[in-house]
């Protein structure tokens, strides 16, 4: 039954590794097509050569930066994710270390500030869980 944790555990963990990346990605390259379909509406209704002109180069202009803004957009949505990804994995590493007796070192989170406030959350949970283990031991 472990086993299956785990698994549906990590599913979780890759979906939202795919999931955000994606959506940013989804999300710019629907923006720079709505901005070329624009650009090659008007090049199309206009007659006039140095309009038609300048709007080529506009639309070559929109699909370059594009490009960049999209991939931009991935790493930036990878960086996030694993900055999401990290410190839960931690956590989590740390929680199942607690459910098996054994008490974790502090967890050390750096990154935001309402993951910092959820490590510092889990590492006052642990002391208070060291605490009770040594006066258990104590009397016993």
Known sequence: MKRDEKTEHSGRLVRLSIVLPA?????????????????????????????????????????????????????????????IIKPIKRMAQSASMVATGSLPPKVEIAISDEMRQLGSSFNQLIDYLQTLFEERDRYM
């Open 23 to 83: 959506l940013l990605l989804l999300f710019t390259i629907g923006v720079g097509i709505t901005n070329y379909q624009i650009a090659q509406f008007f090049l199309e209704t206009s007659g006039n050569p140095r309009v038609q002109q300048a709007l080529e180069s506009t639309s070559m202009y929109i699909l370059i930066s594009s490009l960049i803004i999209t991939v931009l957009a991935l790493l930036v949505g990878v960086v996030i994710t694993l900055s």
